[in-house]
């Protein structure tokens, strides 16, 4: 069983910055994709970030040029560095995996809740 756990929210104030991580429990070159997906009260679940097992990556129009998703697969570790952050950012924050397999498998972090205050 993959484990993905996510650290690094809390609360920063609008114009602030944050590092958001998700470790998992097996080597991460292993997944074909890994991401970051957030949720807002009331909203549906959106893609953030997402990065391939070769370092493409692609962004949500609305975190582009502020955000950046990075991985290390020495540390097996994932990365969200969120800069500019504003209010629109609150959401709980959740780290994503695909599996390699076919059919893939999905795996799916806790969350961790990032608040912008304005």
């Known amino acids: 069983q993959v484990q993905l756990v996510e650290s690094g929210g809390g609360l920063v104030q609008a114009g602030g910055s944050l590092r958001l991580s998700c470790a998992a429990s097996?080597?991460?070159?292993?997944?074909?994709?890994m991401g970051w997906y957030r949720q807002a009260p009331g909203k549906q679940r959106e893609l953030v970030a997402a990065i391939t097992s070769i370092g493409n990556t692609n962004y949500a129009d609305s975190v582009k040029a502020r955000f950046t998703i990075s991985r290390d697969n020495a540390k097996n570790t994932m990365y969200l560095q969120m800069n500019s952050l504003n209010p629109e950012d609150t959401a709980v924050y959740y780290c994503?995996?695909?599996?390699?397999?076919?059919?893939?498998?999905?795996?799916w972090g806790q969350g961790t809740q990032v608040t912008v205050s304005s």
């Open positions: 097996r080597r991460i070159f292993t997944f074909r994709t």
């Open positions: 994503h995996a695909a599996s390699d397999t076919w059919p893939s498998v999905d795996y």
